[in-house]
């Protein structure tokens, strides 16, 4: 048996929302849209990874997800370009990622970084 993907399923009554952040402003696709599910993606490249944390690093909240981007400060021009609150950071961090956190339409924290 092998693992082939992981999928964080997040539950909203308005599976619309998602669209600003996730396809909008990071530019993820809609890889499925069942109505009741809406799933974003990118068919280039996805990893299997699953983190389990006591907190987020550097004292911080454990985030509910991270996504891992090509241009942090360019993904965080996005996100504060449409409104949505930035929590934690730009910080370069001691481990090798410049990140931040922000909230996504459904309050989750959402860890934005980049290897550097």
Same mark, same amino acid.
């Given at each position: 048996?092998?693992?082939?993907?992981?999928?964080?399923?997040?539950?909203? +009554?308005?599976?619309?929302?998602?669209?600003?952040?996730? +396809? !909008?402003?990071?530019?993820? =696709?809609?890889?499925? !849209?069942?109505?009741?599910?809406?799933?974003?993606?990118?068919?280039?490249?996805?990893?299997?990874?699953?983190? @389990?944390?006591? +907190?987020?690093?550097?004292?911080?909240?454990?985030?509910?997800?991270?996504? =891992?981007? !090509?241009?942090?400060?360019?993904?965080?021009?996005?996100?504060?370009?449409?409104?949505?609150?930035? +929590?934690?950071?730009?910080? !370069?961090?001691?481990?090798?990622?410049?990140? @931040?956190?922000?909230?996504?339409?459904?309050?989750?924290?959402?860890?934005?970084?980049?290897?550097?």
């Amino acid at each position: 048996m092998k693992v082939k993907r992981i999928v964080a399923n997040i539950k909203t +009554q308005d599976i619309t929302a998602a669209k600003s952040f996730y +396809q !909008d402003v990071l530019g993820l =696709e809609l890889l499925m !849209d069942h109505g009741w599910i809406g799933t974003y993606g990118s068919d280039e490249e996805m990893s299997i990874q699953i983190s @389990f944390a006591s +907190q987020g690093g550097s004292g911080t909240p454990t985030p509910d997800l991270s996504i =891992e981007v !090509d241009d942090v400060d360019d993904a965080l021009e996005r996100m504060k370009k449409a409104g949505f609150p930035i +929590q934690y950071g730009p910080i !370069d961090e001691p481990w090798g990622v410049r990140r @931040f956190y922000v909230r996504d339409p459904f309050g989750r924290l959402i860890n934005i970084l980049a290897h550097v």
